[in-house]
């Protein structure tokens, strides 16, 4: 079975930085796209960004833009959210996943099977 791991979130003061990584394990397809997306309180699940393994800038949501930067590690699987100048609005549970197919912008959660279990954001 495919299995994402998430791993780095925790709380810091509004301005701080936080960096996620997401390691995929059991995924056949090479190159795959990967990406976080996450969901605050009584909101759903949002794109905050995307990258293609085959190469090429990142995809962002406007949440993100111009303070989270998303890069990968081939050799190690894993994918990487360094968040900087964060917000109290970017509080939220974080979500990895991966896709077979070549994204050219941040597709819809619904349109996505594989999730990691989630990191907690908390930035007051």
């Known amino acids: 079975d495919v299995q994402l791991v998430e791993s780095g979130g925790g709380s810091v003061q509004a301005g701080g930085s936080l960096r996620l990584s997401c390691a995929v394990s059991?995924?056949?397809?090479?190159?795959?796209?990967m990406g976080w997306f996450r969901q605050g309180p009584g909101h759903g699940r949002e794109g905050v960004a995307g990258?293609?393994?085959?190469?090429?800038?990142?995809h962002y949501g406007d949440v993100g833009k111009g303070r989270f930067t998303i890069s990968h590690d081939n050799a190690k699987k894993t994918v990487y959210l360094q968040m900087n100048s964060l917000k109290p609005e970017d509080t939220g549970m974080y979500y990895c996943?991966?896709?077979?197919?070549?994204?050219?912008?941040?597709?819809?959660?619904?349109?996505?099977?594989?999730w990691g279990q989630g990191t907690q954001v908390t930035v007051s």
């Open positions: 990258i293609y393994t085959g190469g090429g800038a990142g």
């Open positions: 996943t991966i896709d077979n197919r070549r994204w050219y912008g941040l597709p819809l959660a619904t349109a996505l099977t594989y």
């Open positions: 059991s995924f056949t397809y090479n190159p795959y796209c």
